[in-house]
């Protein structure tokens, strides 16, 4: 059985004015990722299926788990693709187990509130009241970031979208130092997905919590990308385009610094002004 790949090739009949040709194109591969707990008993219990871009798997899950608070790398024993033989050849790379080393949280609802796709994230997210239960706001401070920093964040995103120059086609999430230095990006058909990639990244490498970085993503802000965001410790988010007002609601009330509209030499600032140093 291949792997699937972040990129899938496809024959296409382009068409300029009258023209036609027929040429190859490259895709970006979407496909089910469903992600399954083993507790430490033995437990079994899917919690999320989502459409992703195959790669960087093991991290997605990751920081699924540690942004909606089922458990931190920490809680990990191992992840890794399913082998169960109950499962046809071309669904393995489609299916992670996550081993934990403790029981498997017992939530309400867990099935509908993780239910995940790339166009809207987790649906039924917690409200803020009910994020106040497991993320402490943001203490205030931390290295100041330069307007300068801010304008050149986007072309450094985009310089880090390997699969983007391919195909068009995908999301992205970047981190950042408060300097403006590129530390990891990672691409999704799934805005969230990219968070959680990177989140996942950072957890399994011993990051977190991420206090004075910079997240940087390439659409809109919403609700679950500062709930992502928060839970990693990122003071500060940066989107190409507009946040949602709920996400201004969680970045004002959490100490969150927001920034929208982030083009050019010109953005919009939402929430914490105080981090963005204008002298």
Same mark, same amino acid.
């Given at each position: 059985?291949?792997?699937?790949?972040?990129?899938?090739?496809?024959?296409?009949?382009?068409?300029?004015?009258?023209?036609?040709?027929?040429?190859?194109?490259?895709?970006?591969?979407?496909?089910?990722?469903?992600?399954?707990?083993?507790?430490?008993?033995?437990?079994?219990?899917?919690?999320?299926?989502? +459409?992703?871009?195959?790669?960087?798997?093991?991290?997605?899950?990751?920081?699924?788990?540690?942004?909606?608070?089922?458990?931190?790398?920490?809680?990990?024993?191992?992840?890794?693709?399913?082998?169960?033989?109950?499962?046809?050849?071309?669904?393995?790379?489609?299916?992670?187990?996550?081993?934990?080393?403790?029981?498997?949280?017992?939530?309400?609802?867990?099935?509908?509130?993780?239910?995940?796709?790339?166009?809207?994230?987790?649906?039924?997210?917690?409200?803020?009241?009910?994020?106040?239960?497991?993320?402490?706001? @943001?203490?205030?401070?931390?290295?100041?970031?330069?307007?300068?920093?801010?304008?050149? @964040?986007?072309?450094?995103?985009?310089?880090?979208?390997?699969?983007?120059?391919?195909?068009?086609?995908?999301?992205?999430?970047?981190?950042?130092?408060?300097?403006?230095?590129?530390?990891?990006?990672?691409?999704?058909?799934?805005?969230?997905?990219?968070?959680?990639?990177?989140?996942?990244?950072?957890?399994?490498?011993?990051?977190?919590?991420?206090?004075?970085?910079? @997240?940087?993503?390439?659409?809109?802000?919403?609700?679950?990308?500062?709930?992502?965001? @928060?839970?990693?410790?990122?003071?500060?988010?940066?989107?190409?385009?507009?946040?949602?007002?709920?996400?201004?609601?969680?970045?004002?009330?959490?100490?969150?610094?927001?920034?929208?509209?982030?083009?050019?030499?010109?953005?919009?600032?939402?929430?914490?002004?105080?981090?963005?140093? +204008?002298?």
């Amino acid at each position: 059985m291949t792997r699937p790949g972040p990129t899938t090739r496809a024959r296409i009949r382009q068409l300029s004015g009258r023209t036609v040709r027929e040429r190859r194109d490259d895709l970006a591969t979407e496909e089910p990722l469903e992600i399954r707990l083993i507790g430490a008993d033995g437990t079994r219990r899917t919690v999320a299926i989502t +459409m992703r871009t195959p790669g960087h798997d093991f991290e997605l899950a990751a920081g699924f788990l540690h942004g909606e608070g089922l458990t931190g790398a920490d809680g990990i024993a191992s992840i890794a693709y399913c082998s169960d033989e109950d499962l046809p050849p071309e669904e393995r790379y489609n299916t992670v187990t996550v081993r934990l080393r403790g029981p498997v949280p017992d939530l309400p609802a867990l099935e509908r509130h993780f239910v995940t796709s790339s166009a809207c994230g987790v649906c039924g997210s917690a409200g803020l009241d009910r994020l106040h239960e497991r993320c402490d706001p @943001l203490p205030p401070g931390g290295p100041p970031i330069a307007p300068e920093v801010l304008y050149g @964040l986007p072309d450094a995103l985009r310089a880090g979208q390997g699969v983007f120059g391919k195909t068009g086609g995908l999301h992205a999430a970047g981190l950042f130092t408060a300097d403006g230095v590129r530390l990891a990006v990672r691409e999704d058909v799934g805005r969230h997905n990219a968070v959680d990639k990177l989140v996942g990244w950072s957890a399994m490498g011993g990051r977190l919590p991420l206090a004075g970085h910079v @997240l940087m993503v390439s659409g809109r802000a919403g609700y679950e990308i500062m709930q992502k965001a @928060l839970a990693a410790g990122v003071p500060v988010v940066c989107a190409v385009s507009a946040p949602s007002s709920l996400a201004v609601d969680l970045a004002r009330e959490f100490g969150l610094t927001l920034v929208g509209f982030l083009r050019g030499e010109r953005c919009n600032v939402y929430a914490g002004h105080e981090r963005i140093l +204008m002298e």
